[in-house]
């Protein structure tokens, strides 16, 4: 155990220093890309904004209810089930049969193969609708499991938009989590304009685009306000929507100089704007954005590029965001934000302040009572436990991983960890000197049989922190690194740091008039 071999110990220490220049660029101001990782600081170490949504999935269950109507109407003219009276709304489609065929309607409605209308989900083993018989009167709506199926669908999408929306602004770590049935969690470490990302999240980003008509009485059109509060007589027939778009990006008009935002489409959806832009030269355009006008120009020219731009009286930062918002694509639900909570910087200060008081104070006395305890081998403890956190923190800065309260108390804990560690090492061998009369042999049986103990110890510690990290989430995940790290570090740091600090003094001492 003693026995070190020359490229053992180069690449001990060539590890050590490897991981520790890591650590040391968190006190350096370098730009290059390799250099440039640092420790990140979580919501309650450096500030930010705390965000908690809700979606809202009452529009979308009237899209889908809608959407069941022509499926519901071609299952009954193809059965020859003859009815009245059909009415749809928000959450519900109800209708009259004629002839009471119930029970014939009923096994149509329930089948389970090619049923384009009501769906069996295999994960709830429910279907999708049910219905409800009241006389001659039928009344469809979603089942308990088919609500819940929408809500998922609705919440992971959501989850999903709401990180691409905020990774293109660059916020650094932000965390992102489901609370409950239809909340979404997300804190903002140095978030310095909340607002922004207020607007950018509570906007659902439905965007079509739709002929304008000069008749005021034409059917199939609706008055939509734009960004001007011209009222115009828009069409209901959506040309091409944002699902079509494949790129989006902000720019500068090359004759107005004014912010636009270019937009490149899909070869379908190229071929389709290509066909009516063709047809309506001279007629207006109209760019619909969450039911309300952003623009709308006049086609001049047939456009069969695929490639498009939208002006309006935009600044540069909001044909920034629009065209974010385009790119990372639009909530299948409206979103709202339930609470909202603002960390100031000086707070985050206080917690970095008296965590690193807490760290300190502890390390300290860690090390006044090693050297105690150990005089000689114990200032090898105390060099171990240097190297231990400075290899801590280098790993950290490798993985830009996030530093929270609970992290630096997982690296506290760490400290707590590393001395035990040595001093199960220091017992043991203790212990071995009363019966060896070897002085190297006692170290060297100290140190293997330790090993056992220390590696159990250990192990079922981060066996913990495996399991926090995976079932955790926020401040708890940042606990588990931290702690998880620090187990692999201590064990690297009392096995090759200090054991072979040990040994060169026990094989320079092998008269053994050294004092454990």
């Known amino acids: 155990m003693l026995n070190f071999t020359k490229t053992k110990v180069i690449s001990i220490y060539l590890i050590l220093i490897v991981i520790g220049f890591f650590s040391f660029l968190n006190f350096s101001n370098n730009n290059e890309k390799l250099l440039n990782k640092k420790v990140n600081l979580g919501l309650d170490l450096q500030g930010g904004s705390y965000l908690l949504l809700e979606i809202d999935t009452k529009p979308l269950i009237k899209e889908r209810i809608q959407s069941k109507v022509l499926p519901l109407k071609k299952l009954l003219n193809e059965n020859n089930i003859q009815y009245k009276n059909f009415l749809i709304s928000s959450n519900k489609i109800s209708f009259n049969l004629v002839n009471n065929d119930f029970q014939k309607f009923k096994n149509k409605f329930t089948e389970i193969k090619n049923n384009s209308l009501n769906k069996y989900i295999d994960k709830y083993k429910s279907f999708e609708l049910e219905t409800e018989f009241s006389k001659s009167n039928v009344e469809i709506f979603y089942s308990k499991f088919g609500l819940l199926n929408i809500n998922n669908f609705a919440l992971r999408q959501s989850i999903e938009i709401v990180r691409r929306r905020i990774d293109d602004v660059g916020t650094k770590e932000p965390t992102i989590l489901q609370r409950g049935e239809k909340r979404i969690l997300v804190e903002l470490p140095g978030m310095k304009d909340p607002e922004r990302i207020k607007n950018l999240l509570g906007k659902t980003?439905?965007?079509?685009?739709?002929?304008?008509?000069?008749?005021?009485?034409?059917?199939?059109?609706?008055?939509?306000?734009?960004?001007?509060?011209?009222?115009?007589?828009?069409?209901?027939?959506?040309?091409?929507?944002?699902?079509?778009?494949?790129?989006?990006?902000?720019?500068?008009?090359?004759?107005?100089?004014?912010?636009?935002?270019?937009?490149?489409?899909?070869?379908?959806?190229?071929?389709?704007?290509?066909?009516?832009?063709?047809?309506?030269?001279?007629?207006?355009?109209?760019?619909?954005?969450?039911?309300?006008?952003?623009?709308?120009?006049?086609?001049?020219?047939?456009?069969?590029?695929?490639?498009?731009?939208?002006?309006?009286?935009?600044?540069?930062?909001?044909?920034?965001?629009?065209?974010?918002?385009?790119?990372?694509?639009?909530?299948?639900?409206p979103i709202n934000i339930i609470e909202e909570r603002t960390v100031g910087p000086d707070l985050?200060?206080?917690?970095?302040?008296?965590?690193?008081?807490?760290?300190?104070?502890?390390?300290?006395?860690?090390?006044?009572?090693?050297?105690?305890?150990?005089?000689?081998?114990?200032?090898?403890?105390?060099?171990?436990?240097?190297?231990?956190?400075?290899?801590?923190?280098?790993?950290?800065?490798?993985?830009?991983?996030?530093?929270?309260?609970?992290?630096?108390?997982?690296?506290?804990?760490?400290?707590?960890?590393?001395?035990?560690?040595?001093?199960?090492?220091?017992?043991?061998?203790?212990?071995?000197?009363?019966?060896?009369?070897?002085?190297?042999?006692?170290?060297?049986?100290?140190?293997?049989?330790?090993k056992i103990t220390v590696l159990d110890a250990n192990i079922t510690t981060l066996i913990a922190a495996i399991i926090l990290f995976i079932f955790g989430s926020g401040p708890i995940k940042g606990f588990a690194v931290t702690l998880g790290i620090g187990i692999i570090t201590t064990l690297y740091s009392a096995y090759f740091i200090a054991r072979h600090l040990t040994s060169i003094i026990v094989l320079k001492n092998k008269d053994g008039n050294l004092k454990i």
């Open 348 to 450: 985050g200060a206080d917690s970095i302040k008296s965590g690193a008081i807490s760290l300190l104070i502890g390390f300290l006395l860690v090390i006044l009572f090693m050297l105690i305890k150990y005089r000689l081998f114990g200032l090898i403890a105390n060099i171990s436990l240097i190297t231990n956190l400075l290899m801590l923190i280098g790993i950290l800065t490798i993985l830009e991983a996030t530093l929270t309260l609970p992290g630096i108390a997982g690296i506290i804990l760490t400290v707590g960890m590393a001395v035990d560690a040595n001093v199960l090492i220091f017992e043991r061998i203790k212990e071995e000197l009363t019966t060896e009369k070897s002085f190297i042999h006692a170290f060297d049986t100290g140190y293997n049989k330790a």
């Open 205 to 333: 980003a439905q965007l079509n685009f739709r002929l304008v008509s000069d008749d005021t009485n034409e059917f199939g059109t609706e008055k939509l306000k734009s960004e001007n509060d011209e009222i115009l007589n828009i069409s209901k027939r959506i040309i091409i929507s944002g699902e079509n778009l494949i790129e989006a990006q902000p720019r500068l008009d090359n004759q107005s100089n004014e912010p636009s935002v270019s937009f490149t489409l899909d070869r379908f959806g190229a071929q389709k704007f290509a066909r009516v832009t063709t047809n309506n030269v001279g007629k207006r355009l109209a760019i619909v954005l969450d039911n309300k006008v952003i623009s709308a120009p006049s086609i001049r020219e047939p456009i069969t590029g695929g490639n498009g731009n939208i002006t309006g009286n935009f600044s540069f930062q909001e044909a920034t965001d629009l065209a974010l918002l385009l790119r990372s694509g639009a909530l299948p639900t």
